[in-house]
């Protein structure tokens, strides 16, 4: 017999005929509604396209219980190519891990069938998708507050177990004079201890507070403000910095960090979110990895009339609450390089903190990133954070709100695809 002539229909009896041959590549297995009550799958519900994250091939376990009379099963997702399984001699059930190759992304079924059958014995709805990737980060523009503020963000973590929070911490916690030597010392064992409990990641937060910048060699500014000049540097645009200046400025922070046991920052924020092209290139020439200074500058709205605000639409506008990471370009940081690439991962800031928008704001920036819960047909960022030197009871409870309703898409919960990462993870998704 000529190999190439054999049909399928040839191949399904032969199957039949010899038990010992697999039919997996030529057959699916097709839905019908002759289900059997004591065939039972048992699966989740998401299965996800994680092997990014994870670092192997993505998978979807199955278990299936069955009678002692049925020693082998067929098993795939509709439309695929079915894997024959066998039951072991100590085991009560099947068990296999399917693999997901994301060629078909939304709502999928898991079919079961005889081995020498073609039709559905038992069936199991579960969603393919990948993954939402949330980030809660936080700008630390000053370590100016007591111990409530500490316990709200650890309330924080305590109410979600699965968060991890990035933290953008300043190198000007060590300058301040208006903190004591007691409460720095607590406060860096604090984000310390942070880090160790929960996973969290310590980036880099930078306003121009003098009382630092003045530690660097470089000129303290003040008058480039986009608030109002206060002498303190505070309010100072980051980007009014050169590019050398910037480098001495960040290479001193990494300095500070190191002699404080904060690690290597790869992370980074500027204040104000004033950062530019100059400051991204700045950022990559001290090694940092990420910046997350984008931001829909709509979210500022409350400043209108300020200069920030008007500074936020000439250098940010084209960012917007779906705006998802990418590698910026020289010419406009707003768009990905086309040849002229600043090697760093811009993250934009999507979802803004909680000091400027309400739960049912953030609630509805994650709607649009990821609508209804449904299945995402790539990796999505959701971005929110706060102020640790703000966040009081009331925005609190606004971020609270917002993160229970992340809780109930949680993928470790079997409710949906999302994810609590640190920012740096972000780089095995978007390079």
Not at 212 to 231: A, L, S
Not at 364 to 389: D, I, K, R
Request: aromatic share 10%; proline share 6%.
């Amino acid at each position: 017999m000529n190999r190439s002539h054999i049909s399928v229909k040839t191949i399904t009896h032969l199957c039949a005929a010899l038990p010992l041959l697999s039919c997996a590549r030529y057959q699916t297995l097709t839905e019908t509604s002759a289900t059997r009550a004591d065939v039972n799958i048992i699966a989740r519900k998401w299965a996800l396209l994680d092997s990014k994250l994870s670092g192997k091939p993505s998978t979807l376990q199955v278990n299936i219980t069955a009678p002692a009379s049925i020693n082998e099963l067929q098993v795939a997702l509709d439309g695929e190519k079915p894997v024959f399984v066998s039951r072991s001699a100590s085991s009560t059930q099947f068990s296999i891990n399917l693999p997901i190759d994301g060629t078909r992304i939304g709502a999928r079924k898991i079919l079961v069938a005889k081995k020498n059958s073609e039709s559905s014995i038992a069936v199991a709805n579960v969603n393919i998708s990948h993954p939402l990737l949330v980030v809660v980060s936080t700008d630390w523009d000053d370590s100016r507050f007591d111990h409530t503020f500490d316990q709200r963000m650890v309330n924080l973590h305590v109410n979600h177990p699965s968060l991890k929070v990035t933290h953008f911490f300043g190198p000007y916690h060590f300058t301040d004079p208006q903190v004591s030597q007691a409460r720095k010392n607590e406060l860096v064992a604090w984000v310390r201890q942070q880090r160790t409990t929960f996973g969290d990641e310590i980036g880099l937060h930078l306003h121009g507070w003098c009382h630092f910048i003045n530690t660097t060699g470089v000129p303290c500014r003040t008058k480039e403000t986009f608030y109002r000049d206060d002498g303190s540097g505070y309010t100072t645009i980051i980007a009014s910095y050169s590019r050398s200046e910037m480098t001495t400025i960040l290479q001193k922070s990494l300095e500070v960090f190191a002699a404080n046991n904060l690690g290597r920052p790869r992370s980074f924020r500027s204040g104000g979110w004033t950062a530019n092209a100059t400051t991204l290139q700045a950022l990559a020439d001290t090694g940092f990895e990420i910046d997350s200074s984008a931001v829909p500058p709509n979210f500022i709205s409350s400043w209108k009339g300020a200069p920030l605000y008007d500074w936020l639409v000439q250098n940010w506008t084209g960012i917007l609450p779906t705006s998802q990471p990418y590698i910026p370009s020289r010419n406009q940081p707003t768009k990905s390089a086309q040849g002229d690439a600043i090697p760093i991962l811009e993250v934009p800031d999507n979802g803004a903190l909680v000091d400027y928008m309400k739960a049912r704001d953030m609630i509805a920036v994650l709607e649009q990133n990821q609508p209804n819960n449904t299945p995402l047909a790539s990796p999505t960022l959701f971005q929110v954070g706060y102020h640790p030197p703000s966040f009081s009871t009331a925005f609190f409870n606004e971020l609270n709100t917002t993160l229970a309703v992340v809780d109930n898409r949680l993928y470790k919960n079997d409710t949906g695809p999302a994810i609590y990462v640190n920012i740096s993870e972000l780089k095995k998704f978007w390079k």
